[in-house]
T-cell receptor, first 126, second 106 residues
Framework: EVRLVESGGGLAQPGRSLRLSCAGP????????MHWVRQAPGKGLEWVSS????????VYADSVKGRFTISRDNAQNSLYLQMNNLRIEDTALYYC???????????????????WGQGTTVIVAS | DIQMTQSPSSLSASVGDRVTITCRAS??????LSWYQQKPGKAPKLLIFAALSLQSGVPSRFSGSGSGTDFTLTITNLQPEDFATYYC????????FGPGTKVEIK
């Protein structure tokens, strides 16, 4: 079964850091671009960051650029999101998701995100 | 950055109705448009990719159309399980989601 499992969420003070992880058993993780998407309480979906299958392509939303870093370890079938200098507005449920098709570029693919985790909650508060 | 808008932001409909949701991009995105369904407390689910292609396992009452800047998601014969929030998402340049359309029971 193809699935994604996020972890690493929790409570952090403004200005502190958290590292989210996403494990991807059940498929050939190496071949798929991956994404982080967040959803603030009661709000819509916000794309955060994407990484290509080979880590050659990385893109970020303006709201997190310079503070968040996406990475992956294909040997561990894992995706990460290092979140530094957290802000109250980063409070959200963070989902990881995979590209529908393998070997797509991170900057443009018409195929959508076909598998999503259940999310991990990040709360930034003093 | 590419901005996405959706209309309406919410709608009320009855079982059996035909529902149309519109999504507009701030610049041409070709067919690089996906639609997702999200139910409360659940992760989003991919319905449509490449503007008009139905994701495997999604009922055929869902359909997508459009290209360039204007896109639609149509649900024919609305079923009880279709009451949810629907998001469009461009993938032409990075990714952007629309603000969502909540489909409620009339």
């Amino acid at each position: 079964e193809v699935r994604l499992v996020e972890s690493g969420g929790g409570l952090a003070q403004p200005g502190r850091s958290l590292r989210l992880s996403c494990a991807g058993p059940g498929f050939n993780f190496n071949d798929y671009g991956m994404h982080w998407v967040r959803q603030a309480p009661g709000k819509g979906l916000e794309w955060v960051s994407s990484i290509s299958w080979n880590s050659a392509g990385l893109v970020y939303a303006d709201s997190v650029k310079g503070r968040f870093t996406i990475s992956r370890d294909n040997a561990q079938n894992s995706l990460y999101l290092q979140m530094n200098n957290l802000r109250i507005e980063d409070t959200a449920l963070y989902y990881c998701a995979k590209d529908k098709l393998p070997l797509m570029t991170v900057t443009g693919s018409p195929y959508g995100m076909d598998v999503w985790g259940q999310g991990t909650t990040v709360i930034v508060a003093s | 950055d590419i901005q996405m808008t959706q209309s309406p932001s919410s709608l009320s409909a009855s079982v059996g109705d035909r529902v149309t949701i519109t999504c507009r991009a701030s610049q041409s995105i070709g067919s690089y448009l996906s639609w997702y369904q999200q139910k409360p407390g659940k992760a989003p689910k991919l319905l449509i990719f490449a503007a008009l292609s139905l994701q495997s396992g999604v009922p055929s009452r869902f359909s997508g159309s459009g290209s360039g800047t204007d896109f639609t998601l149509t649900i024919t014969n609305l079923q009880p399980e279709d009451f949810a929030t629907y998001y469009c998402q461009q993938s032409y340049n990075a990714r952007t989601f629309g603000p969502g359309t909540k489909v409620e029971i009339k």
